[in-house]
């Protein structure tokens, strides 16, 4: 039987993409083709065409338009010094291979992945995002994913890459994030990170791993609201504060519905929420209002002994232990004195010396010494 009914007659050879996706095609799609010598091989810029003969690869060729004869195949040599001569056809296929950056490939988990978090234990998380890839090495790529398919589009080895960057996520992962409370500040390190370790496992099949992005790592949704509750008790002083306001939410949506089914229950406990909140309300952001209030008017004292600020409620000052607290002061110098005291222990003077005339502290109108730096009583700079 006569093997070569089924091949196909070429003398001109090319390829468009219109579809975008496709990365290897085919010449012809099944079989061997008789390609005659002296046929027009065409190779668009980002396109590399790859000769097989006799199921091995012979030759690639870059862009440019190319004539094929025994200058470009050494095969066409011993195939021209067979008796047919020149007419004798070469019987092969031509790959054209797409050289360009294919973008937007999806990657994701399928089912949560386990973490240990060292804040909230083991936890599970999900992530996705996108990649680009490039073939760098036509050859390499044929022979080891596409073999003797006439067509190879991305959709078809997408999910198999998908899985390999969620393997490699899950380890990646276990040995660099030790929390997710700081995930979203360290997702491009994480991403770049990631591309290096799959570095290895794209160049395998010839290809180029050029980008990866990281679009969300999430944990299950009953953890999501766990972030939710912690940020909201920050927002308030402690937890006491945050129930109360809950409470008050609470309050006002049975009032708005009680308000509007007045006629179907009791009238009177819309009227009565409403009344309550604006007590609590009150209670709530008065108390803080006042404090905050208070905290602001209130300034620092001043410690008699050093001059360095110190809280005014303090008894004793934090920088140099001078007593806050007024029992007795010497009238000379206005150094604190024992009760017992009889002389002052910084300058002598009797304990009972009245003090002499001095000046007024502009602030509670109290009189000072005349060498005074700071008031007696109110801790004020003179």
Known sequence: MDNRVNLIFL???EWFDDSGRELVHRIPAEGSGEIKYGAQLTVRENQAAVFFYQGKAVEAFGPGRHTLKTGNIPLLTKIASLPW???SPLQAEVYFVNMKIFTNLKWGTRDPVAFKDA???LIRLRAFGVFNLQIVQPVLFINRMVGTQGMLETGEIEDYLNRVIVSRFNDFMGKTIDTILNLPARYDELARGLAQR???????FGLRLTHLYINAITPPPEVQKAFDDRSRVGVFDDMTKLMQMKAAMAMEKAAEGGAEGAGDGNPAMGLGMGLMMPAMFAQYFGAGHASGAQDAVAPPAACQECGKAIPREARFCPACGHQQLIFLQCGHCGKNLAPNARFCSR????????PAAGRLCAHCATENLSDAIYCNACGEKL
């Open 85 to 87: 001569g020149l007419s």
């Open 347 to 354: 300058c002598g003077h009797p304990a009972d010396a009245k």
């Open 198 to 204: 799959l570095g290895d496992d794209f160049r395998h």
């Open 119 to 121: 804040d909230l234990g």
């Open 11 to 13: 003398e001109n050879l």
